[in-house]
Each structure stands twice: as structure tokens, then as C-alpha cells.
């Protein structure tokens, strides 16, 4: 299929100097806003827990969200998954336990007025309160206590008399946050008129220990590519590259920036994705320009690659056309993760394109400049030197 009868002869490199400029001041904006607001960390990485339901009647992800406030939890994001008539949602909230600081200093509180306790000690990361009493107390006054200061119990321990028998040591097992969900939603009901599906749970730690690698994961990936291009055609050829690859993850993580959206595990895969697309679309001009290169001898670089440019549009266009035309259908049809993986590949397809020939094409002209500059001032050198001697 040929999209372009007659051969192109736009001068796309004569306009290096502001697209550079224009790419420049995105980037550092971009830039700024990750480092002063952050991105929306999904549960993925940030922690905390995540709740699938599905309910028996037409309902909105607002009205889930009402209800879920009305029943005391205020941090929940609920997102609607599959079509509009399975009236199924993800409700994403912070925490893996009901235990926190607030409601752990009342149940402290709660704790200490069942009679002479000490040593009242909560574990926030596990959800757990551990307590020593001089009098016995039964499971169901301290389970009572804790549940009445606002913490669910999943179960109370007693861990047996102390060493040196100064007290019964005792534990308290806060209840998971899927138990504060479905007591909320279940407020004022009879029975419950919703399923839940599924509950995924993952603590801070490994949320960091997930971002950590998927970052590594991106970073080595564009370090590999880089020697690829190198040894593949020449040193001057790499950092144009690699900075197009660069250029391309920082836009993309932009439209997480700028959007809201959660950026979590599907985001790193996206990025990684749009690495892959970026490279592949920059080694299609840059192999035409080192054939150009052998059949143009004499011409300024700056033309050739301007040549290899134009012998390649109407490649670029169909491929990038049609894996664009796959993404519009997921945009349209798609929810949840799969339209923010779709949104994120469109971006990243029309800015690995952009860069292609605006960010590594001009890096290897300004490359094949400077060095043949310092070629001249050492040329130049070697003549002066008989004329010293």
C-alpha cells in the first residue's frame, strides 16, 4: 500500500530549532510538576487496598461513593469496570487494616479504661495492638472496647501470663479494610444488595519494592537500547536515541501528570511499551540515513537525514496510523486500566513520531557538527606545527 504517490520534499529539519525549544520547555514543566505534585500513585505502589463489587440493580459509581462516605469511609476512589450494565466497581482506598494512627490512639484510649493496662502498643503496618493487663480480661470486653473507638477486630489473642508474672499479655488483630467496605455499603440495609468479587491488599513496602523495580525495569531497557544503536550503526546515532526515548517516557508520564490518572504497574507497561515503539520508529530513519548517507556522498548530513525523512513518511504515517486507528477502538470501548493504557500509548505513538525526527535526527546532525569542528581544529594544528619548527 503506497499512502504517498509522489515523493515528499518538506524541509522538516530547517524546523529543528524551535520544535527543540518548544520540546525543551515541555519537558522541564513537566519535569517540575513531578518533582513539586507528584503523581496519582495507584495501590500498586503507594499501598493500600482494593475491593471489587458487584451490585444486583442500576447504580452509579457517585451513588457508590455517597454510600461508602455515609458509612465512614471518606478516602475511597471508585471506578467503574466492565460495561455500564454489570454495575461492577473497583473501590481503591489507602490502608491494608482499619488500623491507622487516629483510630489507633482511640483504641489506646479504649484500652486503658478496661483497668490496669500498660504497655499499650499498636503496630500500624501489621493492624495489630499489643497490650498488657495485671487482670484478666475476656476476648469478647476487649473485642467490645476496640470495635467501639472505631477499629474493626478480626480477633483478639491471649498471648498467656508475662515474664515475672507481673500480667496477662494480650493482642489485637484489626479487622481489613474489605470489612470496613462492606459494613459501610451494608449501612441501613436489610441485606446486602451487592457481591464482593475480589479483595487485593498490598502493604507500603511492597508498594515501594513494585515502583523501585518497575522504574529499574525502564531504565535498564533504554540502557540496552542504547548500546543496540550504538554497535548497530554509530556512536553519533545513540544519544540521539536514547534522548528521543527519553523525551517520549517523560511526555507520556506528563499525561499521568496532568490527567490524574492512577500510574501504577499498567503505566510502567506502557512506558516500557511506547520505549520499544519510540526506538523502533527512530531505526527505520535512521537506517535509511546511512543508506542516504553511502548514496548521497558530499551532501551536508543535515540534507541527507531531511531526504531520509521524506523516503520514510509514508511508512511512518501507515504505521503509526494504524496501531492509532487499534488504540481509538480500546479509547472508545475500553474503561478502567485499558483506556488509561490506550490514552497512554496514542500520546506515546504521536510524541515517538514527533521525536523521531525532531529530537534524534537534529542530536546526530549537532553530533556530526561538532565533530567535524574539532576534525578542523586539529587539522589546522598539525599545519601550523612544521611552520613552528
Given at each position: 500500500m503506497q499512502i504517498l504517490k509522489n515523493k515528499t520534499n518538506i524541509d522538516f529539519i530547517g524546523k529543528r530549532k524551535p520544535a527543540i525549544f518548544i520540546s525543551t520547555l515541555v519537558n522541564l514543566a513537566i519535569l517540575v510538576g513531578i518533582a513539586t505534585v507528584g503523581f496519582n500513585y495507584g495501590v500498586d505502589f503507594a499501598g493500600g487496598t482494593v475491593v471489587e463489587l458487584k451490585f444486583d440493580h442500576s447504580i452509579s459509581a457517585a451513588e457508590v461513593r455517597e454510600r461508602a462516605q455515609k458509612g465512614g469511609l471518606h478516602d475511597v476512589s471508585v471506578q467503574n469496570i466492565g460495561g455500564a450494565s454489570e454495575n461492577a466497581f473497583l473501590l481503591r482506598m489507602g490502608g491494608v487494616t482499619q488500623l491507622n494512627e487516629e483510630n489507633a490512639a482511640k483504641a489506646k484510649t479504649a484500652i486503658e479504661a478496661l483497668g490496669t493496662v500498660r504497655n499499650v502498643y499498636s503496630d500500624l503496618a501489621n493492624g495489630i495492638i499489643n497490650f498488657r493487663s495485671a487482670t484478666p480480661l475476656t476476648a469478647e470486653l476487649i473485642k467490645s472496647a476496640v470495635e467501639g473507638s472505631g477499629t474493626g477486630v478480626q480477633e483478639v489473642r491471649v498471648l498467656g501470663e508475662s515474664q515475672g508474672g507481673t500480667g496477662v499479655d494480650y493482642q489485637v488483630v484489626a479487622s481489613g479494610m474489605a470489612d470496613k467496605v462492606n459494613s459501610a455499603l451494608k449501612a441501613g440495609l436489610e441485606?446486602?444488595?451487592?457481591?464482593?468479587?475480589?479483595?487485593?491488599?498490598?502493604?507500603?513496602?511492597?508498594?515501594?519494592?513494585?515502583?523501585?523495580?518497575?522504574?529499574?525495569?525502564?531504565?535498564?531497557?533504554?540502557?540496552?537500547?542504547?548500546?543496540?544503536?550504538?554497535?548497530?550503526?554509530?556512536?553519533?546515532?545513540?544519544?540521539?536515541?536514547?534522548?528521543?526515548?527519553?523525551?517520549?517516557?517523560?511526555?507520556?508520564?506528563?499525561?499521568?501528570?496532568?490527567?490524574?490518572?492512577?500510574?501504577?504497574?499498567?503505566?510502567?507497561?506502557?512506558?516500557?511499551?511506547?520505549?520499544?515503539?519510540?526506538?523502533?520508529?527512530?531505526?527505520?530513519?535512521y537506517d535509511r540515513i546511512r543508506?542516504?548517507?553511502?548514496?548521497?556522498?558530499?551532501?551536508?548530513?543535515?540534507?541527507?537525514?531531511?531526504?531520509a525523512i521524506n523516503d520514510t513518511l509514508g511508512r511512518t504515517i501507515l504505521t503509526s496510523g494504524t496501531t492509532a486507528l487499534s488504540l481509538i477502538g480500546l479509547l472508545i470501548f475500553g474503561v478502567g486500566e485499558i483506556f488509561d493504557f490506550a490514552m497512554a500509548m496514542l500520546v506515546g505513538i504521536l510524541v515517538g513520531t514527533y521525536s523521531s525526527v525532531y529530537i534524534a535526527s537534529p542530536l546526530t546532525i549537532w553530533l556530526d557538527e561538532r565533530a567535524a569542528a574539532k576534525e578542523g581544529r586539529h587539522g589546522d594544528g598539525m599545519k601550523q606545527e612544521p611552520k613552528a619548527a
Open positions: 441485606k446486602p444488595d451487592f457481591e464482593q468479587r475480589r479483595v487485593d491488599y498490598v502493604g507500603p513496602q511492597v508498594g515501594k519494592q513494585l515502583r523501585n523495580r518497575g522504574v529499574m525495569a525502564l531504565l535498564y531497557s533504554m540502557v540496552a537500547i542504547l548500546i543496540y544503536v550504538a554497535f548497530r550503526f554509530d556512536f553519533k546515532f545513540g544519544p540521539g536515541a536514547l534522548l528521543a526515548m527519553l523525551h517520549d517516557v517523560i511526555m507520556v508520564a506528563g499525561y499521568y501528570l496532568v490527567s490524574r490518572r492512577e500510574f501504577n504497574l499498567t503505566a510502567i507497561a506502557a512506558l516500557l511499551t511506547i520505549v520499544g515503539y519510540s526506538v523502533n520508529d527512530t531505526i527505520v530513519i543508506e542516504d548517507m553511502a548514496k548521497y556522498k558530499g551532501k551536508p548530513l543535515a540534507e541527507v537525514i531531511n531526504i
